[in-house]
């Protein structure tokens, strides 16, 4: 069945330093999707990365990267030198097995992020 | 831009009333969906509909179904509303992936449904 795992409910670091969220996914299909959105204190959640599971390559935008390790089924988030407005909650995403629903996502349950000052 | 609306930011019903929560897209979007969001439960999908007056069961649809007569619009219903239906609910939509994909869902912002 396919699984998404979030460990960290909640991380709280000091403004300016680095911060890794992590994501374990469990999943019976070869070819799948995986996602990070972002969902500040207003509420709507926010598309942040979409990655094929063929594309192993690691991803930066800014100061996000995104680390993709087939090989031990991880999709892990990094902030370089956080900021407040980083505070959130993040979750991380699997396509639904493709034999079922070629649409459906499931979630992780999120890690809260605060960002102190 | 993509731009998933709802009908209520905040909304605040009584124990046995009928409850609509309305989204509306943008984007020509094939698929849209509807779910609930608690705390340390995540996302939760209800229902979601493919394409006009479709729909399909999610992983908690009791106690709601879902209406879908045009593209762009879908709600969603609690036909008598009870406290443990309190709880934040989000609409997305997507457009409709090719064979073996599955394409990135947008979110709206969301109502906080309160049942007294």
């Known amino acids: 069945a396919q699984k998404v795992t979030q460990a960290q409910t909640e991380i709280s670091v000091v403004e300016k330093e680095d911060v890794t969220l992590d994501c374990v996914y469990e999943?019976?299909?070869?070819?799948?999707?995986l996602f990070w959105y972002k969902q500040p204190p207003s509420g709507e959640l926010v598309f942040l990365i979409r990655r094929n599971s063929f594309d192993e390559q690691n991803e930066i935008s800014g100061r996000y990267s995104w680390n993709f390790q087939k090989s031990t089924s991880s999709f892990n988030f990094t902030i370089t030198a956080s900021q407040v407005v980083d505070s959130a909650v993040y979750f991380c995403?699997?396509?639904?097995?493709?034999?079922?629903?070629?649409?459906?996502?499931?979630f992780g349950s999120g890690t809260r992020l605060s960002i102190r000052p | 831009d993509v731009k998933v609306t709802q009908s209520s930011r905040y909304l605040v019903k009584r124990t046995g009333e009928k409850v609509f929560l309305e989204c509306v897209q943008d984007m020509d979007h094939e698929n849209m969906f509807w779910y609930r969001q608690d705390p340390g439960l995540g996302l939760r999908l209800i229902y979601f509909?493919?394409?006009?007056?479709?729909?399909e069961k999610g992983d908690i649809p009791e106690g709601y179904s879902v209406s879908r007569e045009k593209k762009e619009r879908f709600s969603l219903i609690l036909e008598s509303a009870s406290t443990n239906q309190t709880s934040m609910y989000l609409c997305a939509s997507s457009s409709l992936a090719g064979q073996g994909a599955t394409d990135t869902q947008y979110f709206g912002p969301g109502t906080r449904l309160t049942v007294l």
């Open positions: 999943t019976r299909d070869t070819t799948y999707y």
């Open positions: 509909s493919y394409d006009v007056k479709m729909k």
């Open positions: 995403a699997l396509s639904d097995s493709l034999f079922s629903s070629a649409s459906k996502i499931i």
